[in-house]
């Protein structure tokens, strides 16, 4: 079974940067998408920033300019790169991949959470 570990969330002030990782067990060469999700209190989960298959990015337009996704094969790891941090970025944060496993069946796999706080 896949597992994600992840790290890098706390506590940093508004403009301020943090950068979150996830480490991959089983490596991620074989992985569908990989990225971040978020959910903040009283909302439902929203993408943050996803790398398909292919090497293609997609982010969301709140974070557009502000974050930078990445993998990298050779590490197993996904990282995010967060910069201009608001307020509204607060959330808990979670690793995200996805794997093929035929033709008709994925799986998704999720990390356990790491809490991000953006405040003065």
């Known amino acids: 079974q896949v597992q994600l570990a992840e790290s890098g969330g706390g506590l940093v002030q508004p403009g301020g940067s943090l950068r979150l990782s996830c480490a991959a067990s089983g490596g991620i060469l074989n992985a569908n998408a990989v990225g971040w999700y978020r959910q903040a209190p009283g909302k439902q989960r929203e993408l943050v920033a996803v790398i398909t298959g292919g090497g293609n990015l997609n982010y969301a337009d709140s974070v557009k300019g502000r974050f930078t996704a990445s993998r990298d094969n050779a590490k197993n790891t996904v990282s995010l790169q967060m910069n201009s941090l608001k307020p509204d970025d607060t959330a808990v944060y979670y690793c995200?991949?996805?794997?093929?496993?035929?033709?008709?069946?994925?799986?998704?796999?999720w990390g356990q959470g790491t809490q991000v706080t953006v405040s003065s």
């Open positions: 995200y991949l996805q794997i093929r496993i035929n033709w008709g069946r994925v799986n998704d796999y």
